[in-house]
């Protein structure tokens, strides 16, 4: 099982886990379609998830660019934290089933969920350094044309610039 840290300069690091080759493969692939960035051809992603996987097994850690954001693997050293198949009750043998008293951590897995949230982020940080809003989503240059403000403030009666 891998620790996958998802790094951007402007960006809160999320940390996921990947519990072999096949999971790290998929987060690498929604890490990239997130940015809207595809690799050359599922050979060459499978090669570079390859890579970074052995460097993380020998090395300890293991570092792949893509697009704008860096991925960190690391092996996990203790993966009873993240398992959870039922918790022993003292009345097991009497007909009661196992069950999970809620001790257990469930494992995070950048799921599609956690790719859209991705998106928006990278989105959002895009349209503030352009000088846009990333709270209402509009670019730099589409705010009202009569008070130059953007929706975040609401002003009905103002109009958008002809062409918009």
Known sequence: MYEVAIQ???LAEKT???KDGGELRTLIYRVARAQGH?????????????GVRSRADIEGVGL??????????????????????????????????????GRC???PTFDRA???ELSCALDDEDLEESGGCPD???EAGDECAACGRCNCDR???CTRPKGR
């Open 38 to 50: 595809e690799f050359a051809s599922t050979r060459d992603l499978i090669v570079e998830t390859g």
């Open 16 to 18: 996921f886990t990947a």
């Open 8 to 10: 951007h300069p402007s």
């Open 136 to 138: 209402c989503g509009l």
């Open 114 to 116: 956690a790719m859209v």
């Open 64 to 101: 792949i660019e893509v697009a704008e954001l860096t991925v960190q693997v690391r092996p996990t050293e203790d993966e009873s934290g993240y398992a959870c198949e039922g918790h022993e009750s003292v009345y097991v043998g009497l007909g009661e089933t196992a069950y999970c008293d």
């Open 155 to 157: 002003h009905d009666n």
């Open 105 to 107: 951590v469930t494992r």
